[in-house]
């Protein structure tokens, strides 16, 4: 027997270990989408995870995952992410959690493994921004002594990390600005989302943040936009600022830097249609009674849209996505951009799945790998800036992502 298949029992922590390899894990995919299903299935090659429960209400996707990975370690439950009592019997004695429910649902995922002593790792932090939710929450992590990861996917995730990467590149970084371009395109459909849907529409609803002048200053939705450049073959494409989580968190660790922002390309057709349902009303969380049934509009119009796992052999186009961080090297101004870029076929044929969702899940994956290999110690949140740079740069090539770099004088 040699060393990698070597166990032995540790009676003092109650645990299996991999000699020489450190603790084997049980883990909690919750959340079994498009991006969920990516993550659980590199998780599932993982020599270190011992357990892996696929956990959704909807359990088809995760029963398709399970039957062909065929090994006694993955496990399918039904789960309702909405109640606290279910989630607690499933994160009771589980080592990590990732929660990949539409976002806003997270922050109740999180709550639980605070009471559980589950480790954390998110998508998306769910909410709105930083400030003192945020703080709270960062609180009640670190007293519970669990490390909670949030925003590792790729956007945010792959894209904060290569924004610290291209600001160690600079003397004195003072912008850094993601930009996500999509041509993703189906016959015969007008509107989708390559991600999940829910989360896109409410995206696009609310005020959109910007790092101005040092500060977070917020915007009308949809109202301010650009066209960028994006490596071939994707090309120039109008980008909107909308909100997300690069904003508030590369100035968090690139401390000189004065201007920030996350830049999207959204589909005319999405644009108007999206305008046209938050002006009527049809974009509210506001729970409302329509004939004697309780519902919020937002969920009426994201069931109404097709799901993106279905969706996945039909998708054709490509996505990119590219972060630009500008400012001083050797006394001059100088910009590095990183880009990254995947065509929709290529990954459905190779991965069963689309461009956006592999590169979503396999970052949120790379950042559960470092958390089980014991290189994420922190304890409370721990933002994708502050994980180590090298090695999750390291860890993109071996999952089948590669990323192109350039030095630009201005």
Known sequence: MNEFTKFFYSPNHARWHFEGRGELMKVV??????????????????????HLTLADMKTDGAKALADRIKDDKVAVKKVDGTKRGELEKLLSGQDIVIATMPWRLNKLAMEVATKTRTNYVDFGMPFDSTGPEFDKYAK???????????GMGVEPGISDVFAMHAASKLDRPDEAHVYDG??????????????SPIDMLDETSVPAAVFRDGKIEFVPPLSMKQTYDFPEPVGKLTVYKTNHDETYFMPMEIKTLKNASFNIAIDDNFVEAAEVLRKTGMLSKEILEARGVKVRPLDVVAALMPTPANLASQVKGDACFAVEVSGLKDGKQTKVRIWMMMSHEKTSELYGTNATGYLVGTGGAIATEMLIDGEVERKGFVIPEQLPTGSF????????????????PL
Not at 29 to 50: I, M, R, S, W, Y
């Open 182 to 195: 999509d041509t993703a395109h189906i016959e015969g459909i007008e509107i989708f989302s390559p991600w």
């Open 29 to 50: 995919q919750l959340g079994c989408g498009t991006c969920g299903l990516v993550c659980a299935e590199h998780l599932a090659k993982n020599p270190k995870v011992d």
């Open 140 to 150: 009640v992590c670190e007293d519970a002594g669990i490390s909670a990861l949030i």
């Open 393 to 408: 740069l390291r860890r993109l090539e071996p999952k089948g992502l590669r990323f192109n770099e350039e030095t630009i």
